[in-house]
């Protein structure tokens, strides 16, 4: 959407959606570093205005379309940026495009401070194109904090704690909208009983402990994701992995249908 000439790919996207009767997109709402293509923050602090307003663009015109938006503010991942990208903007260290500094980017307080800044500009603008802050503006569902967060190096420590606070300061930003995090699903310690249920057995060392994470106030709706072929071994037959996608959706659907969360669930990513 920040590039003029290739709207009309959006729109397309944005009208398929609208035949078949689907309500909600999810998408990026950042792209981070000097490498990557139209980054709307190619370096720390400094803002591309032109993908903001393409942005704005996308936002007008799935309003238009009765389509609502969950915007994702970073990445786990090194695609667009991520939190790889604000490692190097806060510690100006080079790391490879593999590496997924997670504990560095959860406990830098330089890290975080350009983190929240870019979250900052995000949630508090105004749209430049129908003059509706983006804290207002219904076309937007709410604010997905990360995709796929984990924290391989400590199963309850600084992950957790970093989604709670920064679920914290967008809910400062924005009382209006929905806030959650991308999380796979993994099920940790807070759930013993449950780990059985993870596609394989060191899912639970991935530091992403699914109850324990939308237990938090500040998050409103649970979130999972389901990649059956990449979690399950190879061999596995088709009835296995049918047998598996029930199992996981129906086993967080009624925990977050319980007392312990009671929270909507969205399966937000899949690859069957």
Known sequence: AADEHQRPLVTEVLDDARRLNLTVLRCWAFCDGPD????????????????????????????????????????????????????RYGMLVHLAA????????????????????????????????????YTQDPAILGWELVNEPRCEASREGPGNKWLSSTADFVRELDRNHLITAGLEGFFGASTPGLMAVNPYESASDHGSDFAAVFAHPSLDLASIHLY?????????????????????????ATLCAGSRLRKPLVLSGVRP
């Open 98 to 133: 593999t590496t997924h500094p997670t504990s560095l980017f959860y406990t830098d307080p330089h890290s975080q401070a350009i983190f929240r800044r870019a979250v900052s500009v995000v949630v508090g603008r105004v749209n430049s194109l129908t003059g509706m802050p």
């Open 36 to 87: 990557e293509w139209n980054a709307l923050q190619p370096e720390p602090g400094k803002f591309n205005e032109a993908v903001l307003v393409g942005l704005d663009w996308l936002i007008q015109e799935a309003g238009r379309r009765g389509i609502r938006l969950l915007l994702v503010l970073t990445n786990y991942w090194p695609d667009y940026g991520g939190m790889p990208a604000y490692v």
């Open 228 to 252: 059956p072929d990449q979690w399950l071994p190879l061999e596995s037959k088709p009835d296995e992995i049918k047998s598996f996608m029930r199992k996981w959706i129906q086993t967080h």
